[in-house]
């Protein structure tokens, strides 16, 4: 955790205050994930990378395809769209579509996993 100081910006007359903000110290990419599922698994790390892969391909086409999906207590995903407002429901079309994002929701799993977790100031490191 880092420790920032922002003010509120509903409250900007009022004095700013310190913020844990959480940060990466290193990302993991996908061959070191499917190193560590190989690790656990009966899966070599060319099996588990193509899992990795299909996954993301289909959740990617069911989200595509209006679907959510949940993983188990994991977590689901969905997606979302930005749209720019119309005057009327004929006029809206897709090209008032601004952009979409893929939203993830932590399951019953994730969220007691996240309850237990051990924070550690920056400095400390």
Not at 69 to 79: A, E, T
Request: glycine share 6%; proline share 3%; hydrophobic share 40%.
């Amino acid at each position: 955790m880092k420790k920032v100081q922002r003010f509120d910006p509903t409250r900007k007359d009022e004095p700013m205050k310190w913020y844990g903000v959480q940060k990466r110290l290193v990302k993991m990419n996908e061959d070191e994930v499917a190193e560590r599922i190989a690790d656990e698994t009966t899966l070599n790390p060319a099996e588990a990378l193509m899992a990795i892969r299909q996954l993301r391909k289909v959740v990617l086409q069911a989200l595509m395809n209006g679907k959510s999906v949940q993983l188990g207590n994991w977590g689901s995903f969905n997606l979302s769209v930005g749209t720019s407002g119309a005057d009327s429901r004929e006029a809206l079309t897709t090209a008032h579509i601004k952009g979409a994002s893929i939203n993830f929701r932590p399951g019953a799993e994730m969220r007691e996993a996240l309850k237990r977790a051990d924070y550690v100031w920056m400095e400390k490191l």
